[in-house]
Structures are given as C-alpha cells and as structure tokens.
C-alpha cells in the first residue's frame, strides 16, 4: 500500500502549502499538477494498483487533487486581491488639496496700517508687554496719582506669587511705553510706528476685552506741527476707509500730549448720514493724538526748545471692525474657524 501512504503524505502537506509571491505560487503548481507533477506521478502508479483497491485509491487520489487545486487556488485569490489594491493606489494623483490657514484679521489690519504709514517714512518699534512703571507711566507726564495707574486699570504683576505686594512690574496698558524706549534710546528726527498688544484690567464682554491691540505712531523732528499731524491723519483715513472718508478733530485730554484731540472719521457705514453704529451722529471715534508734552521730551532726553512732535494711538480691533463690521470682540480671541474662514480672500 505504498500508494495509499504517498497519497496521505501529500494530502498533509497541501492543506497549508504557503506561498509569498506569485512566483512561488506557479512553482507549487508545478511541483504538485503538472504533468511532471508529483500528484501526476501518483496518477500514472495508479493505472497499476489491482482492480480491488482501485475504487478506494481512485476516490483519495481525486480527493487530493482537488485540495490541492483548491488551495492553490485559495492562494491565487488573496494575492490577486493585494494586486488589485496596490492598483487601486495612484502614487501619481495629486493629494487631496490642503486646508491652508487663513491671516487673522488683526493681523491684516494692523499690516494694512503698518503699510500706509511706511509709505510716508515711518518705521516700526517694538518693546516688551511685560514693563515698568516708568516706561508706561512716569516718563509720560502720568501724575503719581493718576487714576490709569490704578488696579482698576493696569495688570501689575506680584513678584512672589499669591502675596500682594507694591510692585513695579506691570503689563503695559498702551503701546506709548515702546515710545519711551525709543526717544529715551535715539536722537530726533525718529518716526516710529508701534504696534503691539496691551493690556488692561477690564470685566469682558462684546466691547471690552483684558487685552486688545493698538498702534501707535511718534514723530518728532525740529517745526514739527499739529498741522503735520492733521495733515498725516487725514492721509492715513483716506487710504484705510477710502478717499471720500473726513476726518474731525475734537479737543481731549492725554497727559503726554498737548494740546490733545480725539479723532473721528466720517461714519463709512452710513456714509455720514447717521446709522445705529455712529449713533446717528454720522462719525465715530477711531483714534487719540496730540502735540508731544514737552515734559516728555524733556523727561526722555530731548530738547523741547529745539524739537517737537506728534503722538497717536488707535486701537486695531476698532480699526476691525468698522473695515469688516465684527460685532463681538471676542470673537477675535476665540479661535473659531467660522469666523476665521470669513477672512480667507482678504
Ligand atoms: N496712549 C493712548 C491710549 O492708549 C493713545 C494716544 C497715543 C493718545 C498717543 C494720544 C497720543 O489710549
């Protein structure tokens, strides 16, 4: 029975034949059915077993052909499958386009007021938000008393953690403190614009937030005028809110500036007209400005006889919302892409 026991040892060794490619997959074809095959081989000893044993042999034998065929097959099947789907990978396809970020409108606003400014030879100036009390009050003419230096209004920052103490160390609430450094540090003519974030201890809501952005600007040369200041304010306005835009200078009061004003630009809303947003009196309030205090000069190292200047300061949210009509200041901080999608074209 030397047959019967070739048949069973095949039979064990198909039922996991393995095969990593292809290409060993046709050699186990051939190994096992060709017609050198080793199952063909049994075939032809068959054609010799006596005519008793024929009907049981007959039966095994076709039995381990077709395993061994099904497995091979099997085999085909799960190759063929990995064909299809490294097929199905187009490594030419360009990739899915990607989400690009979009500028923050801050960002657009305060480069778009960056840029109208160096058209007229202004310069930036940075400093740092963490401060001291001379650099954002004392050198700026603030009386020791002034209510701006209040908690109410300036972050102080405690030295020691949790214990109150008087401190000197503060978040500077207006960029006018990158203004100290810079006369404290040059000699006129300086022409700096200071952009930067500041601070100020107030409760949040829709119009008020603890931290917001502004730009300043500083000019100071010898027959500086508040004529040169109208004159530089009106040129901004124009080119920020478009040419037909007025501007009107009403008296105010800034302990660093004097004579000090409050600029308003014509309503671009309404036109001048009057809507809800300027209250319908046809103008709203974008910036402070005035003369350089000559005590600040002086307290900066400047000599206020031979030179003078010019001061403004606005706030890049205000300037923000008037361009794109953002009604809730918070949204500015608030990292929604919604809202932030909106400035994608702009
Ligand atoms: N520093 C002022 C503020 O924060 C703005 C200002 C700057 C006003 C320069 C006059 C001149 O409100």
Known sequence: MALKDNIQTLLAQVNDLKANNAEELEALRIKYLSKKGEITALFNEFRSVPNEEKRELGQLLNHLRQTTESRINELREQFEQKTAEADRLDLTRTPDPIALGTRHPLSLVREEIEDIFSRIGFT????????DDKHVYGLLNFA??????????????EKEIGVQKPTDVLLRSHTSSVQTHVMANQKPPIRVLCPGRVYRNEAISARAHCFFHQVEGLYIDKNVSFADLREALLYFSKEMFGPETKIRLRPSYFPFTEPSAEMDISCNICGG????????????????CGMVDPNVLEAC??????YSGYAFGMGVERITNLKYRVKDLRLFS?????????????
């Open 124 to 131: 930036i100036a940075q400093g740092p938000e963490v401060e």
């Open 144 to 157: 020791p008393e002034h209510p701006a230096r209040d908690m109410q209004d300036t972050f102080f920052v």
């Open 273 to 288: 007209k009057g809507c809800s947003f300027c209250k319908n009196t046809g103008w709203v309030e974008i910036l402070g």
């Open 301 to 306: 190292g400047i000599d206020s006889k031979e």
């Open 334 to 346: 608030e990292n929604d892409v919604r809202f932030l999608r909106q400035f994608e074209s702009c």
